[in-house]
């Protein structure tokens, strides 16, 4: 199975063209996973275009969002379960706040976002993954969204480019 996985598209309703690097791989998606602040629902609608979409709310999501998307969810996709959640909150890092969001499940992968910093890492025996963002790179030099292909395996790969275009 492959899942798109992005987070922090910061999309107006004025401004919902995505990037086409990661158009090119939605179209061969079987899953796309959001980790919120989606800022309108419109960036739903355009993913749902491609495939079954995922996801949870951020911080900057309004009432319509909130109403739509929980603050967290666990998947089970062939057998290993994924944990979704958008990383805000107070005190701690962002890593962190992800983690303890899921302390009381046993998760084999962590998807967040919030900190637009793309990485992947295990910590203990669970994957952390944060896609960054297609969108929205702040002060990095890229873009980025993450590819995890889930069977017997786990693969992950974040994708890194330059042009939003």
Known sequence: MKIIVTA???MTDNNNLLPSRFVKELKNAD????????KTMDVYHTLAKYSEVIGVYGNIDNEEIKDQFSTREILN???HKIGIVHGHGEKKTTEKR?????????VDVIIFGHSHIPMMRYFNKTLLFNPGSPTYKRKLPYYSFGILEI??????????F????
Do not use: P, Q, Y
């Open 151 to 160: 069977d017997e395996e786990i693969r992950g790969e974040i994708i890194f």
């Open 31 to 38: 899953l796309i996973i959001h980790a919120g602040d989606w």
């Open 98 to 106: 992800a983690l303890e969001a899921f302390d009381d499940n046993d």
């Open 162 to 165: 330059s042009e939003k275009s």
């Open 77 to 79: 996709v062939h057998g």
């Open 8 to 10: 922090d598209t910061h």
